[in-house]
Every structure is written in C-alpha cells, then in structure tokens.
C-alpha cells in the first residue's frame, strides 16, 4: 500500500483542525502542518494527531503549501485547508487510486461547498 503525507497550512484554526484531521486518519500515514503563529489551540490539536508541526510567517498561500510540500516525505500528497474533511467514500476511492497498477501522477478531487447553508458542487477544470 502506497503511503500519503497529508499537508495543511494553518493560522488559528482551532474550530475546524480536529474534524479535518480526524477524517483523513487511517488515510494519511504522515500529516506536515505549516502554521502562521497560531495563538489559540492549533498546534496543541496538531501534536495530538502526531503532526509534523513547522511554523513559518505566512507570505502567501502559494508559498505556504510550496514549503509545506516540500517537507512531506511520501510520494503520494493530499492537501486538505483546515475547515475541509475528507468523506469515507473518498478516503476509500484515494486508497484506490493509488494502489492501482494503472494509477496517474496526480488527481482533481471535485468540491462541494456549504455556504450559507446551501450545498454547492464545484467543478474546476
């Protein structure tokens, strides 16, 4: 089975980090979170789930999830913001994926969004 590093960047993401990180367990074999200097309880949420924990003054997004890339060690990365969850069904499709002989080097995964209270599927091309 192929391993996977998750990456995540943060900046007080207390309210949505343990959900995040608790729907890719048994998914990810290695979690790298790049943080801006949290000052509520990101980091203490991110070392109870074992995460590799590096913290960088954020320049811009790009970067942080560059850097961030940069220090996973898997082969295979998936890169989750703070207040996304990964479903099962998805989880177990990546799993999938990965493991097939006939797998690709990279994958789009479609978004739905909840905003306002009304879900939207988004689909980037």
Not at 5 to 14: A, E, K, Q, R, V
Not at 21 to 47: C, F, M, N, Q
Request: aromatic share 6%; net charge neutral; charged share 25%.
């Amino acid at each position: 089975m192929q391993d996977i590093s998750l990456i995540i960047i943060t900046h007080n993401s207390g309210s949505t980090l343990e959900s995040c990180l608790k729907s890719v367990k048994g998914l990810v074999s290695e979690i790298v979170l790049v943080d801006d200097y949290s000052t509520d309880r990101t980091l203490e949420i991110a070392r109870a789930h074992q995460a590799k924990v590096i913290s960088k003054k954020l320049e811009s997004c790009a970067r942080q999830k560059q850097f961030a890339l940069e220090q996973a060690g898997q082969e295979w990365v998936f890169l989750l913001d703070s207040d996304e969850v990964c479903p099962p069904e998805l989880a177990r499709e990546i799993k999938k994926k990965i493991n097939d002989e006939n797998s690709r080097s990279a994958y789009r995964i479609p978004r739905k969004n909840i905003y306002l209270g009304i879900l939207l599927t988004i689909y980037i091309f």
